[in-house]
């Protein structure tokens, strides 16, 4: 079985940091382009980031400078180090597969993907 499970999530205060993980179970994350997403109530899917499958990144410039994806050595899980949070960032964070070795264009991130995780809420506050 394939699947996607993102964790990390948690409630902070401005200025604080999380680390969210997307772990990947029937497949490794290697191979595929890996995209992070978030969704704030009332509000559309945005794509942040992205990870191709030789480990070059792009993120967007709402979280640029801020956020870092990684890839573990098993090639198993993607992380997301999100630091210098704002109330802004305040969402349920996805994670997805985006089918194609490298990332496709900002606007069509998650268009093609064919597998996502449950999500994870973070939440900044103070």
């Known amino acids: 079985q394939k699947q996607l499970v993102e964790s990390g999530g948690g409630s902070v205060q401005p200025g604080g940091s999380l680390r969210l993980s997307c772990a990947a179970s029937?497949?490794?994350?290697?191979?595929?382009?890996t995209g992070w997403f978030r969704q704030a109530p009332g509000k559309e899917r945005e794509g942040i980031s992205c990870?191709?499958?030789?480990?070059?990144?792009w993120y967007s410039d709402s979280v640029k400078g801020r956020f870092t994806l990684s890839r573990d050595n098993d090639k198993t899980t993607v992380y997301l180090q999100m630091n210098s949070l704002k109330p802004g960032d305040t969402a349920v964070y996805y994670c997805?597969?985006?089918?194609?070795?490298?990332?496709?264009?900002?606007?069509?991130?998650?268009?093609?993907?064919?597998?996502w995780g449950q999500g994870t809420q973070v939440t900044v506050s103070s």
């Open positions: 997805a597969r985006e089918r194609m070795e490298v990332c496709p264009a900002p606007q069509a991130m998650g268009v093609m993907a064919d597998y």
């Open positions: 029937g497949f490794s994350l290697d191979l595929y382009a």
């Open positions: 990870i191709n499958s030789d480990d070059s990144t």
